[in-house]
């Protein structure tokens, strides 16, 4: 398994357009998550997922954010009418189930966007 | 809620210790640490869940006081490649959904 992997891992649009980003989590893991970083903070929740069921979105997200992970594998997370405050890495990762994980999570090397 | 993490930055010399604390205003169920180089993704050290004991992972500990809801990790004999900067994600309700501190940044000098 070659872990958590995101696409593109740059992506510079201008303000208005929408942005999709791809996440494939470790195959055996039916928890994906999502993050957002920006410079000199910590991660961000934004949603995660059990398996193809999203269980919570963050109140801070926007209606113009959304997220899916069809047949419980990759997820995508689409950004409709960028604005600039819309600007960070985008981070994902997986994990096992919670019940005895003692593993933590697996992070993908995230997705910077750049909204011009 | 997001945790509070303290110092913000730290610098170290190689074999030198420091702690860092990660502190929370509500009950939690665990704490996760992890560290993250420049450019990298954030990477898992360890967990500590309530009632449980404390951890190591190589010259890397930490500590879960249950009571005051805080964490700390402790870098011993620190080395160059400790440098880094090192969150703390907390988790409240047994969901494995964590919010992360702001981070602690540390730099390890020869």
């Known amino acids: 398994d070659t872990g958590v992997s995101q696409d593109p891992r740059h992506k510079i649009t201008k303000r208005g357009q929408n942005v999709t980003f791809r996440c494939d989590p470790i195959s055996e893991h039916n928890r994906l998550y999502w993050y957002r970083q920006t410079l000199g903070q910590g991660p961000e929740f934004l949603t995660y997922f059990q398996n193809e069921a999203q269980l919570e979105k963050s109140r801070l997200l926007s209606d113009r954010f959304s997220a899916e992970r069809p047949k419980g594998s990759f997820s995508t997370l689409e950004i409709q009418r960028t604005e600039q405050g819309d600007s960070a890495m985008y981070l994902c990762?997986?994990?096992?189930?919670?019940?005895?994980?003692?593993?933590?999570?697996?992070f993908g090397s995230g997705t910077r966007l750049t909204v011009v | 809620q997001q945790p509070v993490q303290s110092p913000q930055a730290v610098i170290l010399r190689e074999g030198e210790d420091a702690v860092i604390n990660c502190s929370s205003s509500k009950a939690l169920y665990s704490v996760h640490w992890y560290r993250q180089k420049h450019g990298e993704a954030p990477v898992f050290l360890m967990i500590?869940?309530?009632?449980?004991e404390q951890k190591g992972h190589e010259k890397i500990s930490a500590s879960f006081n249950e009571k005051k809801q805080q964490s700390s990790l402790y870098l011993t004999a620190s080395q160059l490649s400790y440098s880094g900067t090192y969150f703390c994600?907390?988790?409240?309700?047994?969901?494995?959904?964590?919010?992360f501190g702001a981070g602690t940044t540390v730099t390890v000098r020869a």
């Open positions: 990762a997986s994990s096992a189930s919670p019940t005895g994980n003692l593993y933590g999570y697996t």
């Open positions: 994600g907390t988790e409240l309700s047994n969901d494995y959904k964590l919010s």
């Open positions: 500590l869940l309530k009632g449980g």
